[in-house]
């Protein structure tokens, strides 16, 4: 049975940075795409971007200057780093595993979740 | 970007009813496109992916359909445990993996 399990800071400042972690537990940690999703309050589910097991990464454009996701094959983890950090960044976040048939970028779909963590940003 | 858009953005219904979700791509995306529920509170989970494909352990009560730039969600009978937000996500091209923007199922 695969889990992942999430953890990091939950109340920051504007202008830090977020720093969550997802550690993934059963299953193999090859062959998928590690992906962050979060939804601010009222909101919907917005994509943040994923991380294969080599380390290659896809973020949404909206996010790119200021996101970092990174993958520690050793200890089948990945981590998400989210900088300059306004009130608008203030959502639960969640990781998640991206599977997909093609082994390629398409058809992928988000077949497990870890818990989601609410981040709030507030001077 | 491919814009994800759903109709309706909010339906009240009845223990019961058929309930039919529309989700438009803005391009075609084949039939790359998934479906997750989401309840308050917990994380999303995976419901239909490839538009029609039923993840493991899904009800058959639900199902999807369509291809290119229109595709439907349907819960045959309505379940307590239904009422959620639902949200539909393509998967055709990335970055972004774009969602629509929510359907929100509430008891009648």
């Known amino acids: 049975q695969v889990q992942l399990q999430q953890w990091g800071a939950g109340l920051l400042k504007p202008s830090e940075t977020l720093s969550q972690t997802c550690a993934v537990y059963g299953g193999s940690f090859s062959d998928y795409y590690w992906s962050w999703i979060r939804q601010p309050p009222g909101k919907g589910l917005e994509w943040i971007g994923e991380?294969?097991?080599?380390?290659?990464?896809n973020y949404n454009p909206s996010l790119k200057s200021r996101v970092t996701i990174s993958v520690d094959t050793s200890k089948n983890q990945f981590s998400l780093k989210l900088r300059s950090l306004t009130a608008a960044d203030t959502a639960v976040y969640y990781c998640?595993?991206?599977?997909?048939?093609?082994?390629?970028?398409?058809?992928?779909?988000?077949?497990?979740w870890g818990q989601g963590t609410l981040v709030t940003v507030s001077s | 970007d491919i814009q994800m858009t759903q109709s309706p953005s909010s339906l009240s219904a009845s223990i019961g009813d058929r309930v039919t979700i529309t989700c438009r791509a803005s391009?075609?995306?084949?039939?790359?496109l998934n479906w997750y529920q989401h309840e308050p509170g917990k994380a999303p989970k995976l419901l239909i992916y490839a538009a029609s494909i039923l993840q493991s352990g899904v009800p058959s009560r639900f199902s999807g359909g369509g291809s290119g730039t229109a595709f439907t969600l349907t819960i045959s009978s309505l379940q307590p445990g239904d009422f959620a937000t639902y949200y539909c996500q393509q998967s055709y091209s990335a970055p972004p993996r774009t969602f629509g923007q929510g359907t929100k199922v509430e008891i009648k």
């Open positions: 991380v294969n097991h080599n380390g290659a990464t």
């Open positions: 998640a595993r991206g599977r997909g048939a093609r082994g390629d970028l398409i058809g992928v779909y988000l077949d497990y």
């Open positions: 391009q075609t995306i084949s039939t790359y």
